[in-house]
Structures are given as C-alpha cells and as structure tokens.
C-alpha cells in the first residue's frame, strides 16, 4: 500500500504568489516524521522543512511551511512568495517508526510534484 | 545542516565493468546511511541500509551480489555496483543523519551511465 501520496504531478504558480503541495500520508505507528525535500535539475536533494506527529505547532521555515492535519493525515507544504528559483520538483517522506527504539529508519517518498514558477 | 558528499558525480563506463561509489559525511558521525536510486521522472527507491561495522539491509528485490555495500567508518559508506549492466543506468543517492536527529542529509547523488 503506498504510504506517501502526492496528487500533484505538476502545478504552476506565478511569481510573488503563494503555493500549496500536497502530501496525505498513512500510518498506525503514532510516532512518525514528515519531511519535504526540494529537488532542482541538479539532482541533489534539500531538505526544506520536518514535522513530527507529535509537534503541537505547525513547523515552519522562512517562507516554507507545514500545515499538518493529523485526523485527516496530510503535510502539505505551503511556499509563500514564490520565486523563480522555486521551480523544481518536490517530494514529501515519512519516516517510520520511532527512531529512538528501532534504530534508524529510512524515508518512504511520494512520487514527486513539479513546481513551476511563472513571471 | 550536515553535509554529505558523494563521489564520483558522475560516471561513464562499460557494461561488465564494476563502479564504486563513495558517500561520506563531512563533519558528523553516521552509524547508518541509506542509498537510494532513482529512475528519470520518477521517485526515490530505497535500495539498502548501511549499517557501520554490520552488513547491509537490502530491500526486497534489491541483489545484495550486485549491489555491494562496505559502511567500514562512521563517515564512510561506499556502493559498489558489480558486472554493470545497461539496465544499471540511474541516479543513485545516499542519505545520512547526525546521531539523535531526525533531519535526513542527502549527499549531491551520482549519476551512472552503462555502455
């Protein structure tokens, strides 16, 4: 069953204007993290921004943020002020379960966003 | 954030031919790295994890004799890709963290081509 699903195989915004990428999830560990990773033509991957379930506080970082709604399992991640070199693809990960008891876990991905940024 | 490298970034070489590829972490110490691979338009795959001082954890469908991994440090994993194929071709990419932290650092990826 796919973990981590991501709706949006591209999405366009201009310049200036707010974005949101959506990611839904599915688990039944209650310990779990999100992630969002950037990835340009480049091929390296950037980690933008984490939330873990148990975060009372929807994270954020500079213009990047998480809106996270644990009863309905989705992290979208919500770019304000896009620019130009936004444009890239996006992927949204979990990690399961928790990595303080089974050792460290790797990152299920999403199939990936293609943001594109207008002028 | 951490940094991770990887070396080559990019390789050419002929179908048969073995490559390795080297992931570090630069200034942490990682017990446990991933590698990944990840086809053209498509999403990351996990391959293995690398375990320091332990064999490797493949995943299901991933040949463990074709895809050797050596974690003989706790800033260096290295993936070799044995008697390469064409159908080897692919971005691969390895992941790391600092001891205790969440955040998982990918190192730039490489980008292997099989003649």
């Known amino acids: 069953a796919q973990k981590i699903t991501q709706t949006q195989p591209g999405m366009f915004v201009q310049e200036k204007e707010a974005v949101t990428l959506d990611c839904t999830y599915d688990t039944s560990d209650p310990s779990y993290g999100l992630f969002w990773y950037k990835q340009p033509s480049s091929g390296e991957m950037i980690f933008l921004i984490y939330?873990?379930?148990?975060?009372?506080q929807n994270a954020t970082e500079g213009r990047y943020s998480l809106n996270f709604q644990k009863a309905r399992k989705s992290a979208n991640l919500v770019i304000s002020a896009s620019q130009l070199g936004d444009s890239a693809m996006y992927f949204c990960?979990?990690?399961?379960?928790?990595?303080?008891?089974?050792?460290?876990?790797?990152?299920?991905f999403g199939s990936g966003t293609r943001l594109q940024v207008q002028p | 954030g951490a940094v991770v490298s990887q070396h080559p970034s990019r390789v050419i070489c002929k179908s048969g031919t073995s490559v390795k590829i080297e992931c570090r972490s630069l200034?942490?110490?990682?017990?446990?790295m991933f590698w990944y691979r990840q086809f053209p338009k498509k999403s990351l795959m996990l391959m293995a994890t690398?375990?320091?001082?332990?064999?490797?954890?493949?995943e299901q469908g991933v040949e463990k004799d074709k895809f050797l991994i050596n974690h003989a440090s706790l800033t260096l994993s290295t993936l070799t890709v044995t008697s390469a194929h064409p159908e080897d071709s692919s971005f691969y990419i390895c992941?790391?963290?600092?001891?205790?932290?969440?955040?998982?650092?990918f190192g730039p990826g490489t980008r292997l081509l099989v003649l």
């Open positions: 690398s375990n320091e001082g332990s064999k490797a954890t493949y």
């Open positions: 992941s790391a963290a600092e001891h205790d932290q969440e955040t998982q650092y």
């Open positions: 939330q873990g379930s148990y975060d009372q």
């Open positions: 990960a979990m990690r399961e379960p928790p990595f303080m008891d089974t050792g460290r876990r790797a990152l299920t």
């Open positions: 200034d942490f110490q990682a017990t446990t």
